[in-house]
């Protein structure tokens, strides 16, 4: 990760300021003869669009992607797919609003990265957030629908587990209730209570943070190339990249410091097939940085969102003490749309990984062994 | 973060297996005319070492480290400094004691990485856990002594929080406790309570996992390269890139979801000298992946030592169910050594991003801005 | 190098094929606050346009460039300038008449990368040459015009001195008169035998190559980080990776191989204001993959362009003999236009450097060193 | 490319100096199970050491190398393999005879490094050349002689064409001649002439250049990453990064820019086995960054010793100007020992885009392509 880009063999690099001309992405290594339209990509961004429900920003965003490159149709076919060179995507800015920022423009909103971009740069785009906006989040779920395609076999979910104080009740998890309500909360009853909850939030200019947690089924063991590109160290940096996450954990995560070691260690047995079976998964599906072949479980908790009604004290850049106050459009929890945005980069980093795999190692090792000669 | 290196400015590339020949590092990136010595390295090595209380394995590590390149005399100070070329480091394996493997050699400890790399590599250097050994850490430690040296006048520490489900009590925190007791802990009063805590862990065949806090203070504002190379993003995959490390927050991290928006964001108000200074560290030193000037704040949870006596079930190489019990040298809790290495690698990412910050910014800008003309 | 991307800190990431929606790039490092406009890159890309004279390909390409990201008004000069974040640029392929591929779309060019791209990702983009063409060298001259404005007081030129076996008479190199003939030549009567000799070539179905010249002063001693990400191998990669190119030479190049050691090796005295000069140039201002402060000097050739009139034996992806004979718009001398592309890839390796250098060592080393105590 | 690590999947990272304690490498991405052993990789090494005729430096370097990691002995087979891991291989630097530097420490050797390592990094060790040695090479070829294990059924050979302006006659070509000779010099005849020519060199404090010609057969057709990873560019930066190369070029080279289209372009035909045939080799197996499955082709060019006998003017460090003549161990024409390096350059490159190709593309496509429905 570095600069705009991540991933090694699996390369998203991002582009644009929120009330710019345009953001996009362009995605580099991509297998070649993958099917893929803008159809592939819409509804994923459609998922994050704002302005959906009353607890998101009614900014209104068409988020209408476009692909530039790297794609063409295949003649024996006749489908549009992948060609190996970059594909490019742009989503145009079209909810532009000529706006009056002299507010924001000089000074900084607490929480918010109004002070460091200007300490770093020297100045910053301030119209809508710029560079630091959660618009950029669109270009990662744009190609986080192109990972998906890369590994074969992955079912990648995503769910909200909490919001400010409320959390779910983990025996109600039911993956179909999650795209039943606007917060993409797997437990009925929670989110029922949710929007109460919010709608408080919101009224008393306040907003609040969630726990988002992202599960990937179908990922085969072998991936993660240790010792610093472990698949969880690649999960960490990706989730924690994204704005306003202030941690994440992996499987049992902060809990497992508690635990004993009895508990915590995943004990194992012989499964289907004949494959390894793990008995339980405090391990998230990770071992010393490479998958097990269980399901890999990420969680991310995102602060409350900065921008609120409520006054603040600040300072403006040149050095004055102010007040600041931020009304207009802003979600009263961000978290609720970082769940698309969490299931991307874990897509984009298990495609990486994968791709990373078969280079190094090529085939999958046959599990288990041959027993070694004169053993038995 | 690649395979074995990490960094993008300031590089560390570490390799070795526990029972190897040697481990090592090698360091590239490094600014010249850094009066630089294995003396400056050794203390920090020391205080990783293992063997030095009855809480850490009381396997015998020299663990003394030799520079094989990049530093010379410079004939003006008579100083031996860093050249500018890779500072190649090696401790040599003097305790490899001929041990009998014959029970962890084909069958996998849960919690473990053994699975997962037989699984990737299709062969794994089972003895003392190979490369997954935390001997690895080390290598990380030394590299650490010299990134300290870069960022002029960084002040780092680290201290272990939690050990178990025992809690430090904050305010009781005093940094010069922790190099009084053998937990790195910064409250004597939980210290002297945790003796007895971990002693009744290890006499029933258990562990305990901890969490550990470092602290980066003097951090000038400013580095961090947004979108995917954010300094938070650098420091979650580095941290969680240590050996059992299971979850990393920045600042309030987790506790971030449940705070209010008014609470959270940290409200600025002018300082000494003119400068902004902020009224509390919610954001623990990083807003929109750049440093703010306050200190840096990161916590990681370290998961319960997996190698213990309490017999657990498991499979082995070979497609058998069995059991596993794990005698001989361990910690009962891993995370207290994680202390000196979660520092070394906090050092090594921000003086990566203090050189990349110069290298694409140059000279720091000045705070305040001067007021625009015709503005006043 | 990798991928789709070039430079360790000022990184160029290309997309596009020739007759898709459109090429560009992200351009990711920059510094913050360089005044930038289109207007700025514009002038770069017209003098690399097709279709300026009857020795360049007739396709009419408007090559509007559009910077969509990275750029901002800054409010105390009221000059838009760069931000720090990625810039893209995008150019619309404005051209894309449609046409009858039926030929090449299953036949192999000799000479083009028809058959590898097609072996490697099991399909390709036909049209125009997708990927492959030189159509995407467009985008490293945008690239290029913002690398200029990163180096202070750096004035980098490029020429073409040889055409096929035509060569100028470097005594008679002038400068100015490279924009004054369509073959970026600096020598007045050789441009004028070029004419001939390019349309005699062209009349007969034929093609021929070319070898250019790029020279960058002003580029100050110190750049280059050796040994893999020496000033001279990032040259050569970046040069070699333009279409067609077949040989890089730095300084006196394949020519130093006959020159013996007294004559190669470049004599120093103490120039002006006391700095070091150097009494000869056969090093082209790179000594171990530093640059000496000396004018930078590569050349490389350009294989002629392999879309020829002239039939030619080939075999088609079915893996039937056939022949093909390629008409429609081509250059007859690819290398013609490859001027400005050379002079674009020295700038962004030169920038590259500038800032890697900046970032390792921060302040240029003030030479001549003083004295030793006691030294004299 | 970047500092001291080349390779993207297939990493290598070198250390040290000349006359430090040891230097080495760290070879990072090898696949897991090849057969390694000290005995692998020796022979190289032999290739390449001084001290083997009076036409290399007198220098006695064991170079016997050291496997510090990354291998284990594999049950089943009994054979020492790779492990997947990081493979750290250090030669110990033995001859670091005492010696009396005083006349260079101070004084740049015209051709050499010297200043530029200087007014770069503010000091250098001088002693035998520091980290600009040649020296540092020894790791390189260690490198590559791993790396020639990863690409199944390739035959990699390199020879001198030419020394000084002494040219071989390609029809005489015989590699078997290589070996037989102390200049890997492939026509018998030329052979000979050459040492009497480099003995008079020799004798009158002089030193020429030479042209190495590097070829890989058995290379399979794909490899490659195009834009900015072309095998080519890779190739070029490879080589160029070698010491004292000033000129890199693949297939026909600079002669390409002469050749006429119809001459160039390789024309192609079915062959054996109903795959795709050249009728020659200009591309020298190279079109669009892609290898075609023909020989790789690459020859590079390297300067005449700086070291001579021959006085020459130059500056010192402390802004004086004087004079040089250099004494000692020198070969007279390092383009020798530059074969085996070559050879470990290309081996290097070829392996890394083994990998890659494996990792974004998976299986080699099958060629020819089936008809597309209702096409015959």
């Given at each position: 990760m570095s600069f705009n880009t991540f991933g090694h063999s699996f390369r998203v690099t991002t582009f644009g300021e929120s009330h710019g001309a345009a953001i996009g992405c362009v995605i580099d290594g991509c297998p070649p003869r993958i099917a893929l339209t803008e159809a592939d990509i819409q509804p994923y961004l459609d998922r994050r669009r704002p302005g959906q429900s009353r607890f998101t920003t009614q900014r209104q965003e068409a988020d209408a992607v476009k692909i530039l490159s790297g794609v063409f149709v295949d003649?024996?076919?006749g489908q549009q797919v992948t060609t190996g060179t970059p594909i490019a995507l742009v989503i145009e800015n079209v909810d532009q609003r000529s706006k009056d920022y002299s507010d924001i423009k000089d000074k900084y909103r607490p929480g918010h990265a109004d002070y460091t971009y200007d300490v770093k740069y020297?100045?910053?785009?301030y119209r809508g957030g710029?560079?630091?906006?959660?618009?950029?989040?669109a270009t990662r779920v744009a190609a986080g629908a192109i990972a998906r395609k890369i590994v074969p076999g992955m079912q990648l979910r995503g769910a909200l587990v909490q919001i400010g104080a409320e959390r779910i009740d983990r025996r109600r998890w039911d993956w179909a209730e999650v795209e039943r309500n606007p917060f993409f909360c797997p437990d009925a009853q929670a989110a029922a209570r949710f929007g109460d909850y919010l709608e408080a939030v919101r009224k008393r200019g306040s907003s609040v943070g969630a726990v988002i947690e992202i599960v990937a089924e179908g990922v085969p063991p072998g991936l993660g190339a240790p010792i610093y590109g472990k698949l969880d160290a690649d999960l960490a940096a990706a989730l924690m990249s994204?704005?306003?996450?202030?941690g994440v954990e992996i499987g049992a995560g902060f809990a497992a410091a508690e635990l004993p070691g009895e508990e915590n260690g995943d004990e194992m047995r012989i499964g289907n097939e004949g494959q390894p079976m793990f008995l339980s998964n405090n391990a998230g599906g990770i071992l010393g940085g490479i998958s097990t072949g269980q399901p890999l479980v990420a969680r991310f908790a995102v602060k409350p969102?900065?921008?609120?009604l409520t006054p603040r004290r600040t300072v403006d850049r040149y050095g004055n003490e102010t007040e600041i106050s931020t009304t207009g459009r802003?979600?009263?929890?961000?978290g609720i749309r970082a769940v698309p945005v969490g299931e991307a980069m874990m897509a984009c980093v298990v495609a990486d990984h994968y791709l990373r795999h078969r280079g190094q190692v090529g085939q999958a090792t046959a599990w288990p062994f041959p027993q070694p000669p004169g053993k038995a």
């Amino acid at each position: 990760m570095s600069f705009n880009t991540f991933g090694h063999s699996f390369r998203v690099t991002t582009f644009g300021e929120s009330h710019g001309a345009a953001i996009g992405c362009v995605i580099d290594g991509c297998p070649p003869r993958i099917a893929l339209t803008e159809a592939d990509i819409q509804p994923y961004l459609d998922r994050r669009r704002p302005g959906q429900s009353r607890f998101t920003t009614q900014r209104q965003e068409a988020d209408a992607v476009k692909i530039l490159s790297g794609v063409f149709v295949d003649e024996t076919s006749g489908q549009q797919v992948t060609t190996g060179t970059p594909i490019a995507l742009v989503i145009e800015n079209v909810d532009q609003r000529s706006k009056d920022y002299s507010d924001i423009k000089d000074k900084y909103r607490p929480g918010h990265a109004d002070y460091t971009y200007d300490v770093k740069y020297g100045l910053r785009d301030y119209r809508g957030g710029g560079r630091q906006s959660a618009r950029e989040t669109a270009t990662r779920v744009a190609a986080g629908a192109i990972a998906r395609k890369i590994v074969p076999g992955m079912q990648l979910r995503g769910a909200l587990v909490q919001i400010g104080a409320e959390r779910i009740d983990r025996r109600r998890w039911d993956w179909a209730e999650v795209e039943r309500n606007p917060f993409f909360c797997p437990d009925a009853q929670a989110a029922a209570r949710f929007g109460d909850y919010l709608e408080a939030v919101r009224k008393r200019g306040s907003s609040v943070g969630a726990v988002i947690e992202i599960v990937a089924e179908g990922v085969p063991p072998g991936l993660g190339a240790p010792i610093y590109g472990k698949l969880d160290a690649d999960l960490a940096a990706a989730l924690m990249s994204i704005n306003a996450v202030k941690g994440v954990e992996i499987g049992a995560g902060f809990a497992a410091a508690e635990l004993p070691g009895e508990e915590n260690g995943d004990e194992m047995r012989i499964g289907n097939e004949g494959q390894p079976m793990f008995l339980s998964n405090n391990a998230g599906g990770i071992l010393g940085g490479i998958s097990t072949g269980q399901p890999l479980v990420a969680r991310f908790a995102v602060k409350p969102t900065s921008s609120i009604l409520t006054p603040r004290r600040t300072v403006d850049r040149y050095g004055n003490e102010t007040e600041i106050s931020t009304t207009g459009r802003h979600d009263p929890c961000v978290g609720i749309r970082a769940v698309p945005v969490g299931e991307a980069m874990m897509a984009c980093v298990v495609a990486d990984h994968y791709l990373r795999h078969r280079g190094q190692v090529g085939q999958a090792t046959a599990w288990p062994f041959p027993q070694p000669p004169g053993k038995a």
